[in-house]
């Protein structure tokens, strides 16, 4: 197959050709650098990329295969890491200058999941300043001149330029869905606890979740299945069995999904084609897919998201405001400072908002399979100043419920819009499932009751 061919592939449509020996990690790396050196000039997406090292990751990987070794789900598969997730002996400089030339001594555990998986690592995505909102000089590639959202912004750039086939981002307010949306990927955020954290940068120990890119739904339950799990060092994971994401995923579902179209607090931020856009949407699902309204205290979502991320950024990146607070940008230290003002009182009655809110989304989900809902409020906006709003997204974050972009919708001029679907807690398989569903549907693919 020509280097074309392989980076437009799914992920695992290269899974099974590695496994099958019709491709080998040496290939497939050489393919994805290739594409690398001729679309990063312009995307600039990677904080950092050592050739070399991908190419002598791949060719362990071959050399473990042909002696007979067992190949993990991942084998082969160059995955781009978001540099605030720690990479041993590699930068992870987490967008400021406060921690350039920074080398971990160890993998975060996500990485070391990557790796044991058989992934290559591809090398460190650009991300926002301290998964902030202060931008880094990453571009969108579906119009350079626009934003491609944050704070993961390289990862999901990388992904849509086809620069990597899988990619690693945070979410603290709306850092994995909104990017996803504005690059025209899919990004998946699950269950809040459900990928351990260690090793990834704090903002907000309450809020902070790991995230996935790909281009497809299939590819982002790939990814995210080898990822899932208990760490003790993380608080917010539990001692369960990780859910079988992929083969729920690839299943069609046991009857036809049942959506709630719910208009988002902020949906009067929606741009016309945004609205315009759910309105046809809404209207090609038919009795599949029914408007429910949120009740008034889910108005209240956006403050109490922003009042427990900006109490805890205040302690979390103290270090940083000691060590040099005039190399930190205005929207950072005015964060920081708000932060510094809450009431303890006022921080601590937030928290036991999430509880709430679950409970009201418990009456939509006990009857819809999924709420679906914008992933943003509009395409990505134009210049490079802002990362675009967040405001379709630090609901479902702070609820810690899991989320999917689906890149379903674009404006007029070929611009990506995401469809965002939202679940209950730990329905992350089901979700996917459902994800899977609405692509095939809305591309005129068969459904099925049963």
Not at 135 to 146: E, Q
Not at 148 to 160: I, L, R
Not at 301 to 316: G, P, Q, S, T, V
Not at 432 to 449: F, K, M, P, S
Request: glycine fraction near 10%; include cysteine; hydrophobic fraction near 45%.
């Amino acid at each position: 197959m020509a280097a074309e061919g392989l980076i437009g592939a799914s992920a695992l449509a290269l899974r099974e050709r590695i496994a099958a020996g019709a491709l080998s990690a040496a290939e497939l790396a050489e393919a994805f650098l290739a594409r690398i050196d001729a679309a990063e000039p312009e995307i600039r997406a990677f904080a950092h990329i050592d050739p070399d090292h991908v190419r002598a990751q791949a060719r362990a990987l071959d050399e473990w295969r042909r002696r007979g070794r067992p190949i993990g789900p991942l084998h082969g598969l160059p995955v781009a890491v978001k540099d605030i997730i720690d990479t041993a002996r590699m930068p992870t400089e987490n967008g400021t200058p406060l921690d350039a030339g920074r080398v971990p001594a160890q993998d975060a555990f996500v990485v070391a999941r990557l790796r044991a998986a058989g992934a290559v690592i591809l090398g460190k995505t650009v991300t926002t300043e301290l998964a902030f909102l202060h931008p880094g000089p990453t571009r969108n590639p579906n119009a350079p001149g626009r934003t491609p959202g944050g704070s993961s912004s390289g990862s999901a750039a990388a992904v849509a330029a086809g620069m990597a086939p899988l990619a690693l981002g945070t979410q603290t307010g709306g850092s994995v869905i909104r990017p996803a949306s504005f690059c025209g990927v899919v990004g998946f955020k699950p269950t809040f606890g459900a990928i351990p954290r260690t090793g990834v940068l704090t903002q907000s120990p309450s809020l902070d979740t790991v995230g996935v890119f790909a281009r497809g739904v299939g590819d982002a339950a790939l990814i995210a299945e080898a990822l899932f799990g208990h760490d003790p060092a993380d608080p917010a994971t539990q001692p369960a069995p990780a859910p079988r994401l992929l083969d729920t995923a690839s299943a069609p579902p046991p009857v036809t999904p049942l959506l709630a179209f719910v208009p988002p607090p902020g949906w009067d931020q929606a741009a016309p084609e945004m609205r315009a856009a759910f309105e046809e949407l809404v209207a090609f699902l038919g009795q599949q897919c029914e408007t429910v309204r949120l009740p008034p205290a889910f108005d209240e979502a956006a403050a109490l998201r922003e009042r427990i991320n900006f109490a805890e950024m205040a302690k979390c990146f103290h270090h940083y405001e000691r060590r040099g607070a005039d190399r930190l940008s205005h929207e950072l230290r005015a964060a920081l400072e708000a932060g510094k003002r809450i009431p303890a009182r006022d921080y601590i009655a937030a928290l036991d908002w999430p509880r709430v809110l679950n409970a009201g989304l418990e009456e939509i989900f006990h009857r819809f399979d999924a709420i679906l809902t914008p992933a943003a409020p509009g395409p990505a906006p134009e210049g490079l100043d802002s990362t675009g709003s967040s405001i379709f997204n630090g609901l479902w974050t702070l609820c810690g419920v899991p989320c999917i972009t689906l890149p379903l919708l674009e404006t007029a001029e070929g611009l990506p819009m995401g469809v965002q679907l939202v679940a209950r807690r730990w329905d992350d398989a089901r979700l996917l499932r459902t994800a899977n569903w609405l692509v095939r549907h809305a591309a005129g693919g068969e459904t099925q009751d049963g």
